[in-house]
């Protein structure tokens, strides 16, 4: 079974400026990695696919990257409405299993 | 817009039984998997079980295993999770959510209903 760790659990960050979350998987997954986003109170939002394949809608400001045991969620120039958290989630193999999230919170 | 609507959540007690139902629109449910993701409270979020487009396939976490059957009406674009056995460690708000078999990521979900286990 795949394990899928994220760090760090909180990142603290002022509007306007840059936010870095990575996900570790415990073997490889490919590319068949996918990030979500989750205000709360809300469902998840599919922010990417493929490890770097944005959902339709997604602003440019986000990205992803990574292959094989490690992927990098970047959100350049943070907005008050990209404060959440977020998932990852591998579905190279069963069961499909998500990280434990990255809170991301105004400093 | 496609939207999923869970409903069937609520109050049951430990060994008891409850049926959700996810009712999609604004897509053809028949040409999708279809999973159900739960998260307990201030927990991550969980895969709970998929079934592909026509049924055929399903898969389950040990967690759920023998206890969760996910089915699906396609006629009434309409899918199931029929739990049994419930214990307090399946309190959680349910999603039903597209996708997970082939393309193994959730392209839409629901709000989501609240199961709680309890007596």
């Known amino acids: 079974e795949i394990v899928m760790t994220q760090s760090p659990a909180t990142l603290s960050v002022s509007p306007g400026e840059r936010a870095t979350l990575s996900c570790r998987a415990s073997?490889?997954?490919?590319?068949?990695l996918a990030w979500y986003q989750q205000k709360p109170g809300q469902a998840p939002r599919l922010l990417f696919y493929?490890?770097?394949t944005r959902a339709t809608g997604i602003p440019a400001r986000f990205s992803g990257s990574g292959s094989g045991t490690e992927f990098t969620l970047t959100i350049t120039s943070l907005q008050s409405e990209d404060f959440a958290v977020y998932y990852c989630?591998?579905?190279?193999?069963?069961?499909?299993?998500f990280g434990q999230g990255t809170k991301v919170e105004i400093k | 817009e496609e939207q999923l609507l869970e409903s069937g959540g609520g109050l049951v007690q430990p060994g008891g039984s409850l049926r959700l139902s996810c009712t999609a629109s604004?897509?053809?449910?028949?040409?999708?998997?279809m999973t159900w993701v739960r998260q307990a409270p201030g927990k991550r979020l969980e895969w709970v079980s998929t079934?592909?487009?026509?049924?055929?396939?399903?898969f389950y976490a040990d967690s759920v295993k023998g206890r969760f059957t996910i089915s699906r009406d396609n006629s009434k674009n309409t899918l199931y999770m029929q739990m049994i056995s419930l214990r307090a460690e399946d309190t959680a708000v349910y999603y039903c959510?597209?996708?997970?078999?082939?393309?193994?990521?959730?392209?839409?979900w629901g709000q989501g209903t609240l199961v709680t286990v309890s007596s």
């Open positions: 493929g490890a770097s």
């Open positions: 989630q591998q579905y190279n193999d069963w069961p499909r299993a």
């Open positions: 604004g897509f053809t449910l028949s040409n999708y998997a």
């Open positions: 079934i592909s487009s026509d049924a055929g396939g399903t």
């Open positions: 073997q490889s997954v490919s590319s068949n």
């Open positions: 959510a597209k996708g997970g078999f082939w393309n193994g990521y959730f392209s839409s």
